[in-house]
């Protein structure tokens, strides 16, 4: 393929590929280089008692080539480009191999049968120890093999000598060029899924930046649109509730008295439809008002109930409340607390049958060591693939055409459930289906007061 590396990559992946292969090994290869020089020259003490005649010559070959892998070495441990740390590796193994080559092919002693094994030891070290690219370990293991076989007619290395070094020289080309291209596929598929990895987390990141800021955006959006709907709207009500009144006049026909109830109905329907957009929003962008104070439990239920008995009257649903506590207060926010409890409340009345009981309690839970508010319908109940689900924001369950039958945005549980971790507390919900449904709503000890003997509340601490 044009352009494509010796691994079948673009150029850039290429790139890419060897700048971290580079960063990942540089303190490996450094230590190992160093380890290299060090080693060449301490087998310089072989050269005298096994180069015979051409000692001298040996040692001079072996003190010129220290000193250029050491200046190899230097060059290396200081470069910042990957290319020029590469190029010292293919010199530092070049040179190491045409030194012992120029030594087999010039000693008249020993070291002609022995220095060969030499080249099969700068292979291993190399391929394993300081791991190259492949190109280069393929390209210098070939020119040593080959440059081996050029000089040896000129050398005086044994015809058993030769036959085991070619072997043995062989077996470790081979093997160390395989085992490099192996290691280098590996590496390169390893670095491949890291990088779709990164840049999979990076997309993730990404989109959940933007879909903060959308729903934010979506955040402001419904709380700026509510408000300029409350404004006209509150101008609907009250004007409607003037004409209901009379006060400037009887309205006639009589039938015109009727659509001013229904004005004033849907107008109210509206507005509280609107004022839980308003605070669904607020909550979403953490600006939902708060200001807490103690007032007592009883008073919050009561309040609740006559505003569930209002708006359920047309269903002839009956409320019932009892406050087991004793007397207790709670500390939070007054209006959002009896906010949470009407929620619950209208909730379950929407789905009880006519002439079904609604049944609001509150006690301390002795076991649990909480505080509890239960809220118990005799409903149509909750499937039991719904209930993860039922407190997101305009969650309807059930069959499309009976819940929109019943009316709302799907607004009030979230809103409530934002109340409630306001209130320290917790909400869950049990049902059964065809039977009913219980919303209990958990509220931890310190949030809760129990009056002494003097009649004063006592508030307990977390």
């Known amino acids: 393929m044009a352009g494509k590396g010796f691994f079948g990559d673009d150029p850039s992946f290429e790139r890419l590929f060897y700048e971290e292969n580079d960063r990942r090994k540089f303190a490996q290869r450094r230590l190992f280089l160093f380890v290299a020089v060090q080693t060449y020259s301490l087998f310089g003490i072989l050269d ?20 250029i892998l050491s200046a190899l070495w230097g060059i290396f441990a200081t470069a910042t480009d990957h290319r020029v740390r590469e190029g010292c590796i293919f010199a530092f193994a070049a040179s190491c191999a045409l030194s012992l080559l120029t030594m087999i092919a010039i000693t008249e002693g020993p070291a002609a049968d022995y220095y060969p094994f030499a080249l099969s030891a700068i292979m291993i070290f190399g391929g394993g120890l300081v791991v190259p690219q492949f190109r280069t370990i393929a390209i210098n293991t070939l020119a040593g093999f080959v440059g081996f076989w050029c000089i040896l007619p000129f050398s005086q290395t044994s015809v058993m000598s030769a036959q085991a070094n070619a072997f043995l020289l062989s077996v470790s080309a081979t093997s160390i060029i ?33 879909a903060v800021e959308a729903n934010r955006a979506k955040s402001h959006m419904l709380a700026n649109v509510s408000h300029e709907l409350r404004t006209p709207m509150n101008a609907i009500i009250g004007f409607s509730e003037v004409m209901k009144a009379g006060i400037f006049g009887p309205v006639t026909p009589d039938r015109y008295r009727g659509y ?75 209006d ?77 549980l979230a809103i409530t459930t934002e109340i409630v971790r306001r209130l320290d507390g917790t909400m869950t919900i049990e049902s059964v289906v065809d039977e009913g449904t219980t919303v209990l709503i958990r509220l931890p000890d310190h949030r809760v007061a129990m009056p002494d003997a003097a009649g004063d509340a006592v508030l307990r601490r977390a």
Not at 262 to 272: M, P
């Open 178 to 210: 395989v085992g490099a291209y192996t290691r280098e596929a590996i590496e390169r598929d390893q670095f491949r899924k890291e990088a779709e990895l990164a840049e999979a987390r990076d997309r993730a990141v990404a989109m959940g930046r933007e």
């Open 336 to 412: 959002r607390t009896c906010q949470a409890f009407i929620n619950v409340m209208n909730n379950a009345g929407k789905f009880s049958p006519p002439g079904g009981t609604v049944a609001m309690a509150f006690e301390r839970d002795g076991a649990a060591g909480d505080w509890v508010l239960s809220v118990a319908d005799e409903g149509c109940g909750i499937p039991p693939e719904d209930l993860h689900r039922i407190r997101e924001p305009f969650a309807q369950v059930g069959p499309e055409s009976f819940s929109v039958a019943k009316g709302g945005l799907g607004l009030g």
């Open 48 to 67: 005298r008692p096994m180069g015979g005649e051409s000692a001298d010559t040996l040692l001079l070959i072996r003190l010129v080539t220290v000193l």
């Open 260 to 334: 001013v109830d229904d004005i004033h109905a849907s107008g109210s329907i509206l507005l509280s439809n609107i004022n839980d957009l308003l605070d669904i929003a607020r909550a979403e962008t953490g600006k939902m008002g708060w200001e807490e104070r103690t007032f007592p439990v009883a008073q919050a239920m009561d309040v609740a109930a006559k505003a569930s008995r209002a708006s359920l009257s047309d269903r002839r649903v009956r409320i019932v409340w009892d406050d087991r506590s004793g007397g207790a207060t709670l500390c939070g926010d007054f």
